[in-house]
Nanobody, 115 residues
Framework: QVNVVESGGGLVQPGGSLRLSCAASGSIFSSDVMGWYRQAPGKEREYVAVITSPGGTLYANAVKGRFTISRDNAKNTVYLQMNSLKPEDTAVYYC?????????WGQGTQVIVSS
């Protein structure tokens, strides 16, 4: 059994910052790919950022230049540093870790950007 848990969400004013963390535990030794997705009410879940085991990163255009994804393989943890947050960033953020061809999802952490 693999457990994936996100943390770090909350309420922040526009222009503020948050750092999300996602740790995987259980029968998982390392993840090939780690990524973040988000889903706003009434909208489809969308890709935010991904990081590969060699450390390569990709970002959605909407967050490029503002968000930074990183990983700690020893801890099976992926992070998302979110800067210059906008109201349109408001969503539930989900972590996905891909291991041996299988995707493992967390339950999500809510981010609200509002004045």
């Amino acid at each position: 059994q693999v457990n994936v848990v996100e943390s770090g969400g909350g309420l922040v004013q526009p222009g503020g910052s948050l750092r999300l963390s996602c740790a995987a535990s259980g029968s998982i030794f390392s993840s090939d790919v780690m990524g973040w997705y988000r889903q706003a009410p009434g909208k489809e879940r969308e890709y935010v950022a991904v990081i590969t085991s060699p450390g390569g990163t990709l970002y959605a255009n909407a967050v490029k230049g503002r968000f930074t994804i990183s990983r700690d393989n020893a801890k099976n943890t992926v992070y998302l540093q979110m800067n210059s947050l906008k109201p349109e960033d408001t969503a539930v953020y989900y972590c996905k870790q891909t291991n041996r061809g299988t995707d493992y999802w967390g339950q999500g952490t809510q981010v609200i950007v509002s004045s």
